[in-house]
């Protein structure tokens, strides 16, 4: 059974704050997009690396491939 968006998004969202949280896919090829204060500061890298944490084994698991746009507020507004 493949993971749905909101499932993926609950995923997300559980670990860590999110201001906007969008997450489109068939199942095993997902695309977000993800506001949060985490990233205030980070490179690119890092905020990957955040959202790798709170998706944790699922990411090799579950998910096939997740494309992802990592901004803070501030980049999002």
Do not use: N, W
Not at 29 to 55: C, E, M, N, P, W
């Amino acid at each position: 059974m493949y993971p749905t968006p909101d499932q993926i998004k609950s995923y997300i969202a559980a670990g860590l704050a999110c201001t906007h949280l969008e997450v489109e896919g068939d199942g095993q090829h997902f695309t977000a997009v993800i506001v949060s204060d985490a990233f205030v500061g980070k490179r690119l890298i890092q905020r990957h690396q955040l959202v790798y944490a709170a998706l944790g084994d699922r990411m090799r698991e579950e998910i096939h491939a997740l494309s992802m746009k990592t901004l803070t507020p501030e980049e999002f507004k």
